[in-house]
């Protein structure tokens, strides 16, 4: 069974930075391209970032360019996203999303909440 | 970057009814479209891949079609379960855009 399990959220300043984490089981990371999702509580879902099986190919969302990082080690099946310059309006659920083939979307983790606020 | 639009933003209808919610694209997306169900307080579902292939597990009262720019979710006999948000997401081309959700309410 397919589980993406994300950690790392929490209460940040304006300005700071925080890492995310997604660790994965129940399948090979490395055949699988990874996403990170996002969601302003009570808003729609926003993508913001999708990285190849191995990392050759990386896609960012205008509002996270520059600022967040979006990297993998299949070796120990995670998935990470460093954000900096972090700002109120990052604050959101983000979610760690997989999919069977190219860039489609299958499998969600229960998501880890971000709040930026001083 | 590719606009996902979602026709109507919002429904009332009845266990029974048939529902229908639309979704385009600004340009053509093959069948590079995906539907997602999120109830509150929860993570999103996904439920139709590549436009019409249902996920494993899911309903077949639920159906997808189109392709280009113009797709459809259709819930043939709406269930008490499926009072949710519905989204759409091209994953044709980056950045891989969200509609901005369908809400399926009670009448």
């Known amino acids: 069974e397919v589980q993406l399990v994300e950690s790392g959220g929490g209460l940040v300043k304006p300005g700071g930075s925080l890492r995310l984490s997604c660790a994965a089981s129940?399948?090979?990371?490395?055949?699988?391209?990874m996403n990170w999702v996002r969601q302003t509580p009570g808003k729609g879902l926003e993508w913001v970032s999708s990285?190849?099986?191995?990392?050759?190919?990386?896609y960012y969302a205008d509002s996270v360019k520059g600022r967040f990082t979006i990297s993998r080690d299949n070796s120990k099946n995670s998935l990470y996203f460093q954000m900096s310059s972090l700002r109120a309006e990052d604050t959101a659920i983000y979610y760690c999303a997989t999919g069977k083939g190219g860039y489609q979307i299958d499998y969600w983790g229960q998501g880890t909440l971000v709040t930026v606020s001083s | 970057d590719i606009q996902m639009t979602q026709s109507p933003s919002s429904l009332s209808a009845s266990v029974g009814d048939r529902v229908t919610i639309t979704c385009r694209a600004s340009?053509?997306?093959?069948?590079?479209l995906a539907w997602f169900q999120q109830k509150p307080g929860n993570a999103p579902k996904s439920l139709i891949y590549?436009?019409?292939s249902l996920q494993s597990g899911v309903p077949p009262r639920f159906s997808g079609s189109g392709s280009g720019t113009d797709f459809t979710l259709t819930i043939s006999s709406l269930q008490p379960e499926d009072f949710a948000t519905y989204y759409c997401q091209q994953y044709n081309i980056s950045p891989f855009t969200f509609g901005p959700g369908t809400n399926v309410d009670f009448k």
């Open positions: 990285i190849s099986n191995i990392g050759s190919y990386i």
């Open positions: 590549a436009a019409s």
């Open positions: 340009q053509g997306i093959g069948s590079n």
């Open positions: 129940g399948f090979t990371l490395n055949n699988y391209i």
